[in-house]
């Protein structure tokens, strides 16, 4: 059992390029998250999917679009890259709403030059 | 706006010393409420996990309390180890809700 997986791990991408980070979890969670974790900041939310086919920004989405491919995977997309976005990504999921235990990823790593 | 505040922002300790971490919340309505530890460079791990209607909830060493009514929480770690260093993150559920808030964390160092 896996639990949730990102891909990659690590990533360096110039100004302007874009890329997609990927994330999958094996436990028939509903609910997945995608976080960004910088110094001093904690952890804040781009983007969530409370169920399979919707998807709701949060705190922080600018420069970011997600997609829900199906109940396991949850993509993350910067479709074109800026310095601002150099930052540790966390994705988590939940079994449901409320008093269940949020599962994460073990984050992916982007610098962006 | 729905917050979650730590404190201290950071603490060292020395091994075998026990210490309280605080967590300050102003997320209503409230569902329940997280400590999570965080090694360097890993996702966060689940400690404990309470409703608006526990007080208290043990894991091993340690221990989270919960007064709803004043909207506080503490996280006490027994007979600290090298291994307990690590980021220590309150988060806050909205009743509910699905979005997750995240205090900024308290970083213990526990030093020999």
């Known amino acids: 059992n896996a639990g949730v997986t990102q891909t990659p791990k690590f990533q360096v991408l110039k100004t302007g390029q874009s890329m997609t980070l990927q994330c999958a979890q094996d436990?028939?969670?509903?609910?997945m998250y995608w976080y960004r974790q910088d110094p001093g900041m904690g952890l804040r939310l781009i983007y969530y999917?409370?169920?399979?086919?919707?998807?709701d920004k949060g705190e922080v989405p600018n420069g970011y679009n997600v997609s829900r491919l199906n109940k396991r995977e949850f993509s993350l997309r910067l479709e074109s890259a800026a310095p601002s976005q150099t930052s540790v990504y966390f994705c988590?999921?939940?079994?449901?709403?409320?008093?269940?235990?949020?599962?994460f990823g073990q984050g992916t790593r982007l610098t962006v030059v | 706006k729905n917050q979650v505040e730590q404190s201290p922002q950071s603490l060292i300790i020395l091994e075998g010393k026990n210490c309280t971490l605080q967590?300050?919340?102003?997320?209503?309505?409230?569902?329940?409420l997280r400590w999570y530890k965080q090694d360097t460079g890993r996702g966060p791990v689940s400690l404990t996990i309470?409703?608006?209607?526990?007080n208290t909830k043990s894991n091993g060493r340690y221990t989270a309390t919960l007064d709803a009514d004043t909207k506080q929480s503490s996280l006490h770690i027994t007979a600290s180890q090298l291994s307990d260093s690590a980021s220590y993150i309150c988060?806050?559920?909205?009743?509910?809700?699905?979005?997750?808030?995240f205090g900024k964390g308290t970083t213990l160092s526990v030093s020999s």
């Open positions: 988590a999921s939940i079994p449901g709403q409320g008093g269940t235990e949020a599962f």
């Open positions: 436990m028939n969670h509903n609910s």
């Open positions: 988060v806050v559920s909205e009743q509910a809700g699905t979005a997750l808030i």
């Open positions: 309470m409703t608006f209607s526990e």
């Open positions: 967590c300050n919340y102003t997320v209503s309505p409230f569902s329940n």
């Open positions: 999917s409370a169920s399979e086919g919707t998807t």
